[in-house]
């Protein structure tokens, strides 16, 4: 594996801690450059602007990160609980350390305003500080024996080499969350972050460094989903597999993983509706929605997708919740707007998309509806109302800043509505009727609801969906057993 000088290639950061830029992959112990010096540019997408040029590795150096975390397995599972804890805990320490720089580099290379990207390095860190605590309860349980002069136990045991797959939209929490659990676990990881904001996960490894996680045990490789990935879906040692992202490359993964039987933990796509209901905090229900739908600029697998209003507050919810979004503030993340540009052209284009076939089934344009002056790839923050289920936005995905309402007459109605998808992420519900509140949480098909509020996530709650947006949790201890196996003992002593 070919070692370079650790700062070539990458100019667009200005950062207090240099060191933090990192524009090569980390195996082993080291950072290597793609055979022949391969790589690929990072760009802003605020300007268009080279950040830098990511080392793009090739199948064999993947597979050579394999090989390290393979040979780094039983020294770091072997390991006292303890002393995994410790290095967790120095490694969140140093995370926080640096928490400006951080936010600032991923600002660059991800667009979203600095606030938020201070909060997703604090959320990052937290997981990292939760499993850390975590990994020094390896939950031994005993069973009541049904068999005479014999004693049973339960082990958890690391299940081997994890692979994470993580998106552009929230780069380092999506790697901590996963990465924390399973080295907490005592398994060793092998990460692929997305082409789009590598730097993000290469100063994670920086710092694990600095907090003395082993050589081997937390490997960053950097290049191609479909070169870089692929191998690990066939590799046998690679025995847990992590991903976030669509719902259509997690269906791949999953079939790509079936001959070897891989623990799969998948948190796919979201179609999240917001139910309002006549009688609900309006001033409440208005500025969740608001935040629901807009945060990270719409780019969230958590945002809103789909509000629906009872009839006898619609023209109200909608009048408020139009005059919001118009008041929203759009431009470049380090001058801290509400929105910021989306991450490509494709983004983009599928806002456009779907606000045409939307205004062609019908719908009204509350605000908004064009690209943002600030930039390509930049877009208004939008506001459909009277949208027809038919419409293309109320069976997709959007993730952008466009937001469609529409009303309802009753319970039942909105409920059968709110399901009628594949997804299951996440629904948010706006009621002050306890009796309604049971009701709708327990018949909405989604694996989180959210009641009055819109922030429900963290490290102590397991993170998943139901149906199609995914498998296993994330998050909480669920998130930690996800990466172990169980180990039943049948002892006698005679």
């Known amino acids: 594996m070919k070692r370079e000088n650790v700062h070539a290639g990458a100019c667009g950061f200005d950062l207090s801690d240099q060191r933090l830029v990192r524009p090569f992959s980390y195996v082993g112990g080291k950072w290597i450059a793609g055979d022949d010096g391969a790589s690929f540019d990072v760009t802003d997408p605020a300007d268009g602007r080279v950040l830098g040029a990511m080392a793009a590795l090739s199948a064999g150096q993947s597979g050579a990160a394999v090989d390290a975390a393979q040979s780094a397995f039983d020294d770091w599972s072997g390991l006292l609980p303890q002393d995994r804890s410790a290095i967790l805990r120095r490694w969140f320490d140093q995370i926080m350390a640096h928490r400006e720089d951080l936010a600032h580099l991923m600002v660059r290379e991800q667009g979203k305003p600095l606030s938020e990207a201070l909060g997703e390095i604090e959320y990052a860190a937290s997981f990292v500080e939760f499993y850390a605590e975590e990994a020094k309860r390896p939950n031994i349980e005993g069973v009541t024996s049904h068999l005479p002069d014999a004693e049973m136990e339960l082990w958890r045991e690391p299940v081997g080499v994890a692979a994470l797959i993580t998106p552009w939209n929230f780069p380092s929490a999506m790697l901590t969350r996963k990465a924390a659990a399973a080295l907490a676990a005592g398994c060793t990881v092998v990460a692929h972050p997305s082409s789009e904001t590598p730097f993000s996960a290469t100063a994670l490894a920086e710092l694990g460094e600095r907090a003395g996680l082993p050589a081997g045990v937390f490997n960053i490789v950097t290049g191609k989903a479909r070169i870089v990935v692929e191998p690990w ?262």
């Open 233 to 494: 879906t066939t590799d046998v040692r690679v025995r847990a597999l992590s991903f976030t992202g669509s719902t259509e490359i997690g269906r791949l993964l999953y079939r790509q993983c079936a001959d070897t039987v891989k623990r799969l933990v998948m948190e796919l796509g979201g179609h999240a509706p917001v139910i309002v209901f006549k009688g609900a905090d309006l001033d409440t229900a208005v500025e969740e929605t608001i935040k629901a739908k807009f945060a990270t600029s719409g780019q969230d697998c958590l945002a809103a997708n789909r509000i629906y209003v009872e009839r006898p507050i619609y023209d109200e919810f909608c009048a408020r919740f139009t005059a919001a979004t118009k008041a929203l503030s759009v431009g470049v993340g380090m001058d801290d707007p509400d929105i910021g540009p989306l991450m490509n052209e494709s983004a983009v284009q599928k806002q456009e998309a779907q606000v045409a076939d939307a205004l062609e089934q019908g719908a009204r344009l509350g605000c908004g509806g064009e690209r943002h002056a600030a930039g390509r790839l930049f877009y208004e923050p939008t506001v459909l109302l009277d949208v027809p289920d038919a419409a293309a936005i109320m069976g997709e995905e959007t993730f952008g800043p466009v937001a469609p309402i529409t009303p309802f007459d009753t319970e039942g109605e909105v409920i059968a509505r709110a399901n009628a998808t594949e997804y299951g992420l996440v629904a948010y519900l706006h009621s002050l009727d306890p009796r309604r509140i049971y009701r709708v949480s327990r018949a909405l098909q989604f694996g989180m609801v959210a009641v009055n509020r819109t922030k429900v996530t963290g490290a102590p709650i397991p993170f998943g969906g139901a149906k199609q947006s995914g498998l296993g949790r994330e998050g909480a201890r669920l998130g930690m057993e996800e990466f172990t196996e169980i180990k039943y003992v049948c002892r006698d002593w005679a």
